[in-house]
Each structure stands twice: as structure tokens, then as C-alpha cells.
């Protein structure tokens, strides 16, 4: 079956440093390719998607690029700030099957001033 | 986008006893979802809700323990059942928007069972 793996977290940096954060994925189909964030107390939002390869999906600074040969989605950030402090969760859909999105396990972003 | 509200918020529940999760979307909606975030753990779904259909639950996730309402298009109750501690969790519902697949999440509903 489809499943994601997100590297662990927690990832603990200085403001303005440069964010990576690995997102690797399984999926029989085309999948589409999600990065949604929640912050502390709060239910999650879609921070950006891509549809296809080579796609790349791009919100607040944030980037990741649809890499179908490594069955990637990476997500970046060249200069993180104190309030993207939040919990990152790589996600897909298959777009030949139900939409209902698998989700990995979520990496744990911390910024320190 | 849809914008979502839950009730309550968080409670603390003594076991045995059962808590209703109101679910509230600003538009009308074909599918809704009900997930559970264990703590520090992903989302894992328990059930889709159809407005006028049965809800249909995920492996490992029954009816009596998680009964749910779809009275309406912009409205869904999850109940969990004869709590234990095992259920402490953050309860989240969710909505797919416009048949696309992106989904909008509610705020959470953050249970502890003593």
C-alpha cells in the first residue's frame, strides 16, 4: 500500500537558518504530494502541494519539488524564522483512488532565536 | 476554503463515560472525515461520513465505539464511547474541499481520559 516516511524530528535551528526536511514515499499510482503544518494547539493546514513530477509546490517561503525518479518531496526553507516553529507532516493522495490522504509521521520543527 | 469549527475544544473525561464531538463547516460539504492524533504520532483515520449515508470506518475502528451523525452537509458528531485512557488523543475532523484533493482541518479536539 502507499505509505510516506519523514525523517525524525525533532530539527532544532537558529533563525535564519536553511530548513530541509526529507519526505521519501510508496505509492502503486501518480500520486498527488502534500506539505501540511500544525502549529502548536491548532488542526492542520496545507502549506503547498504538487500534482505531478517535476512539480514544484511553493507557500510563505516554503518549497518542495515532486521528484518522481527518487520518490521524493523534500521540503525547504532558505532562511526559517522563530514562528515556524510547528509540526511538518508529508502527505499523499492517489489521484486514481480514493483522495483520502496518507500522512507520515511528522517532523517537529524548533527555531530558536 | 473552508473554514471549520470543533466542540469542544479539550475536556478531561473519567472513564466509562462517553463524549460527543461537534463538528461545524462554514459551507456545504460532501465528505467529511474523522481522524486520531495520538500523542506524537501521525493522524490515523477513523471513519469517513457521508451526509446521508452510514459512516465508513477504517480498519481497527467500529461503530459502537465511534458512532457517527452526518445529519447535514455542514454538520458531523464523532462520539467516543466507554472511554479508557487508551483514547486520550487530539480528535481531529476534516473536510475535502471543491471534490479536489486537498483537505481543510478543524482546530482539534484535545481529549484526556483519567
Known amino acids: 500500500g502507499d505509505s510516506v516516511t519523514q525523517m525524525e524530528g525533532p530539527v532544532t535551528l537558529s533563525e535564519e537558518a536553511f530548513l530541509t526536511i526529507n519526505c521519501t514515499y510508496t505509492?502503486?499510482?501518480?500520486?498527488?504530494l502534500f506539505w501540511y503544518v500544525q502549529y502548536p494547539g491548532e488542526g492542520l493546514q496545507l502549506l503547498l502541494k504538487?500534482?505531478?513530477?517535476?512539480d514544484k509546490g511553493s507557500n510563505k517561503g516554503f518549497e518542495a519539488t515532486y521528484r518522481k525518479e527518487t520518490t521524493s518531496f523534500h521540503l525547504e526553507k532558505g532562511s526559517v524564522q522563530v514562528s515556524d516553529s510547528a509540526v511538518y507532516f508529508c502527505?499523499?493522495?492517489?489521484?486514481?483512488?480514493?483522495?483520502?490522504?496518507?500522512f507520515g509521521r511528522g517532523t517537529s520543527l524548533i527555531v530558536h532565536p | 476554503s473552508a473554514v471549520i469549527s470543533q466542540k469542544p475544544s479539550r475536556d478531561i473525561c473519567q472513564r466509562g463515560t462517553s463524549l460527543t464531538i461537534q463538528c461545524q463547516v462554514d459551507?456545504?460539504?460532501?465528505?467529511m472525515f474523522w481522524y486520531r492524533q495520538q500523542p506524537g504520532q501521525s493522524l490515523t483515520l477513523i471513519a469517513t461520513a457521508n451526509q446521508g449515508s452510514e459512516a465508513t470506518y477504517e480498519s481497527g475502528f467500529v461503530i459502537d465505539k465511534f458512532p457517527i451523525s452526518r445529519p447535514n452537509l455542514t454538520f458531523s458528531t464523532l462520539t467516543v464511547s466507554n472511554m479508557s485512557p487508551e483514547d486520550s488523543s487530539i480528535y481531529l475532523c476534516?473536510?475535502?474541499?471543491?471534490?479536489?484533493?486537498?483537505?481543510?482541518f478543524g482546530p482539534g479536539t484535545r481529549l484526556t481520559v483519567t
Open positions: 502527505a499523499l493522495s492517489d489521484q486514481g483512488g480514493s483522495y483520502i490522504p496518507t
Open positions: 476534516s473536510v475535502e474541499w471543491d471534490s479536489r484533493d486537498e483537505q481543510y
Open positions: 504538487a500534482t505531478k513530477a517535476d
Open positions: 459551507s456545504q460539504v460532501t465528505m
Open positions: 505509492a502503486t499510482g501518480y500520486p498527488s
